[in-house]
Structure formats: structure tokens, C-alpha cells
């Protein structure tokens, strides 16, 4: 005898819960298993060792309303406690949906917000650094171009030199252009979504 049989046992003595409780192993949040303490149920309902053997020569050995009362009690305790885990289960599911909810609203609150006040000083700077480079842009290329036409050979000379930081310095300066105008378009679908 073991335990599967001893829980198709109890289903077919019209115990599904207790039946299916000592099948399944089910672990306890305060340890121990719901198998564990139904079989000590069932067996303290019926007078006898808590093991599969006693609990099954105890229900094929005494009278059928005996059995069945003892059953039946274990039964109802079955119930009541499988309920009160579902319940703790679903208060501890409930407890972490309103934690993720109020992190979700808190975080679509500080995003209204800001699209709503706009990104002050960085907004408009952002913009200020747009438009400086556009008009600083023209006028290296206007060097370039002045010395190339007028053969100023010593201007040439040194914006070849100065070539590597110009590289550096513009790459530089397009790349935070490039942050600033990607972040906006994230700060802008963010006001739209939200």
C-alpha cells in the first residue's frame, strides 16, 4: 500500500479533496506538506498510525458508517484548509498586482509630468546646440573652401594639422546632437502614449 492508492481510496469513499490533498505532495508556505497533514487527520479521525497500511486496513476493517463519519471529518478539515491557502495564495497575488499597479501608475505620473512640463533648460538648449552647429558647420567648410580658392597655403597648412581634433571635436559634438534629438523622440512618444 501506498499513498496514490490510499488517496483512490478516499475518492472513491466520496473524499476527493483529502484524496487528492495525500496524492499530490502539495508543500505548505510553513512547511511540511498538506499530504502530511491530511494522512495525521484522517488517521486521528479514525484512531489509528499515521501510515498508509494503518489508515487502509482501518477503513476495509470497521464499519462502513464509521469509516464514513471519520472521512468525512477529515474530509470537511480538508476543505476548510484548502481554502484558507487558496485564500492566503490569492491575498499574496493580490498584494504583489497592487504593488506592481501603484510602481506602473507612479512611473506613468512622473512621465505625464515631465512631458507636461516640458525639459526646461535642456529643451531649449538642446535646441541652442542644434542651431550653433548648423551655423558653425558652414564656417569651417567656408575656411576649407577659402583656402582651397585663394591658395592660402599657411591656412591650408594648418586646418590639415588641425584635422584629427576637428574629427574628434565634431564627432564629439554630433554624437551628443545625436543623444539629445534620440532622447527627445523618446521623451515625445512617451507624452503621446501616455
Known amino acids: 500500500m501506498d499513498w496514490k492508492q490510499l488517496a483512490g481510496t478516499l475518492i472513491a469513499k466520496g473524499a476527493p479533496t483529502l484524496g487528492q490533498l495525500i ?13 502530511t497533514w491530511a494522512l495525521n487527520k484522517l488517521a486521528e479521525s479514525l484512531g ?39 485564500d492566503i495564495a490569492k491575498a499574496q497575488a493580490d498584494v504583489g498586482t497592487a504593488q506592481v499597479v501603484a510602481v506602473n501608475d507612479a512611473i506613468k505620473a512622473e512621465t505625464n509630468a515631465r512631458a507636461a512640463s516640458g525639459d526646461g533648460l535642456l529643451g531649449q538648449w538642446r535646441g541652442f546646440h542644434a542651431w550653433e552647429l548648423t551655423i558653425e558647420c558652414p564656417f569651417w567648410s567656408a575656411c576649407f573652401i577659402y583656402g582651397i580658392m585663394f591658395g592660402a597655403g599657411s591656412v591650408i597648412n594648418e586646418l590639415s594639422l588641425a584635422t584629427p581634433i576637428l574629427t574628434i571635436y565634431f564627432g564629439a559634438r554630433f554624437g551628443v546632437l545625436g543623444v539629445h534629438v534620440w532622447q527627445g523622440s523618446n521623451e515625445r512618444q512617451a507624452a503621446i502614449r501616455a
Open 23 to 35: 496524492g499530490e505532495f502539495i508543500p505548505v508556505p510553513f512547511g511540511g506538506s498538506l499530504a
Open 48 to 86: 489509528v498510525e499515521a501510515t498508509p497500511e494503518a489508515v487502509d486496513e482501518a477503513i476495509n476493517t470497521r464499519p462502513a458508517s464509521e469509516v464514513n463519519a471519520a472521512i468525512e471529518s477529515a474530509e470537511r478539515e480538508a476543505i476548510a484548509r484548502w481554502q484558507a491557502l487558496a
